[in-house]
C-alpha cells in the first residue's frame, strides 16, 4: 500500500534546478526539470560538456560478438530468477531466459541496411545507459524477435544514420516508416505500441507516481554524472539524490520496486544508478548502497532480470569511458 503523497517523499536538502547542458551520452538535450541538487561547482559544469569532436559518445573499442554472459557492475554470479511472487509473477519467466548475443558494432564502412522495409530496428550503443533504457524494454516485453538490435560504433558512425535519423543519436527506433528518439520517449513508445507485459500498472495513484519519477529522471541524471568530476565529498554530490531513490522506494511495500511491482520507472533510473555505482565505488571508493538498504535490494533485484542484465556494458571499458570524459585520464 502507499506511504504517503510524493512529495513526503523528497529530501529536504533538494533545491530548484532549471538549466540544459550536454553529456558525453546522446541523450541529454531535454530541459532538466527542478527537483534535484544543482551540480555544485564549476568543475561539475565543465564535466557535462566534456567529449569528443563531434559532442558523441566514444566508440565501442571492442565488438561483442560471441558475448552471452555480459559482465555486471557487480561481480554477484549469473542472474538467478526472481522469488515468485504476485509481484514478480511476469519477471520469473522472463528471468530464465537465455542471454542475447550481441551483434557487432556498425561503423562507417558498414552499408545500409534495408531502412522502411517493414523491420523494426532499435539503435543503440553499448556504452550509451540512455540507449539502454529502451532496450531494456525491448527485452523485458519479449521482443527480441519483433525489435532488431543494431548497434553503432559512434566514434566512426556509419553516415547513412544520419540520413534516416538527423540528430545522428542513440538511442533511436525505425518503426512504422519513421526513426524516433530521445530514450523516454522511446521508453514509453515501446510499452504503448508492442505486444508483452505492460511496464505500468493500472492502479492510477501509481501511475501518476510514476509520470512524476520519470519527469525527475533527467535531473537526477545530471546531478549523477556531475559528482563523477566533482573534487568534492562523493555524499555531498550524490548524496541526495541517491537519498531521494531510497526514500522514494519506500512509498509502495508490496514489492522491491519503485511502484512495488517492476516498472518502466525502475528502467529509467537503474541505468544511471548502476553508473553511479561503478564510478563512484571505483574512483572514489563510496559505496552508494551504505546506509540505504532500499537502495541494495532494488539492484539486487534488478540483477536477478535477464532483461536488464544483457544491456549491461562491460565494466572497465565504461569506466576507461568516464575517466577520459570525466577526469581527463
Not at 78 to 101: C, H, I, L, Y
Request: aromatic content about 8%; overall charge negative.
Amino acid at each position: 500500500m502507499a506511504k504517503g503523497k510524493f512529495e513526503a517523499v523528497m529530501p529536504a536538502s533538494l533545491v530548484s534546478h532549471d538549466s540544459e547542458a550536454p553529456t558525453p551520452f546522446d541523450d541529454m538535450n531535454k530541459k532538466l526539470e527542478p527537483v534535484l541538487p544543482p551540480v555544485a561547482s564549476p568543475e561539475t559544469d565543465q564535466a557535462l560538456t566534456i567529449g569528443d569532436k563531434s559532442g558523441k559518445l566514444e566508440s565501442d573499442s571492442a565488438p561483442l560478438d560471441g558475448e552471452t554472459e555480459p559482465p555486471g557492475w557487480r561481480e554477484k554470479g549469473k542472474p538467478e530468477a526472481p522469488p515468485d511472487s504476485q509481484s514478480q509473477s511476469v519477471t520469473v519467466e522472463e528471468g530464465r531466459r537465455k542471454a542475447e548475443v550481441r551483434p557487432i558494432p556498425l561503423g562507417s564502412s558498414s552499408p545500409p541496411l534495408g531502412f522502411f522495409n517493414g523491420t523494426s530496428r532499435l539503435y543503440v550503443s553499448y556504452k550509451c545507459p540512455y540507449a539502454q533504457r529502451p532496450w531494456i524494454v525491448r527485452n523485458y516485453k519479449g521482443l527480441r524477435d519483433t525489435i532488431r538490435l543494431v548497434a553503432l560504433d559512434l566514434q566512426d558512425r556509419p553516415s547513412w544514420f544520419k540520413d534516416i535519423h538527423p540528430p545522428n543519436k542513440v538511442p533511436a527506433l525505425e518503426h512504422n516508416n519513421q526513426v524516433i528518439g530521445e530514450s523516454l520517449d522511446l521508453v514509453k513508445y515501446i510499452d504503448a505500441h508492442f505486444d508483452g507485459p505492460p511496464l505500468l500498472p493500472d492502479d492510477p495513484s501509481k501511475r501518476e507516481y510514476a509520470e512524476e519519477l520519470i519527469s525527475y529522471s533527467n535531473t537526477y541524471t545530471k546531478t549523477i554524472l556531475g559528482s563523477f568530476a566533482s573534487k568534492g565529498n562523493p555524499e555531498d554530490d550524490a548524496g541526495p539524490s541517491l537519498d531521494f531513490v531510497e526514500t522514494s522506494l519506500s512509498k509502495y511495500d508490496d514489492g522491491p520496486f519503485f511502484l512495488g511491482q517492476f516498472s518502466m520507472v525502475d528502467i529509467v533510473y537503474i541505468t544511471i544508478t548502476a553508473l553511479a555505482d561503478l564510478v563512484l565505488g571505483d574512483v572514489k571508493k563510496y559505496d552508494i548502497t551504505t546506509g540505504r538498504p532500499r537502495l541494495a535490494k532494488w539492484i539486487e533485484e534488478l540483477e536477478k532480470m535477464q532483461a536488464y542484465v544483457d544491456t549491461k556494458p562491460v565494466p572497465q571499458e565504461m569506466l576507461d569511458l568516464i575517466k577520459k570524459k570525466f577526469l581527463g585520464k
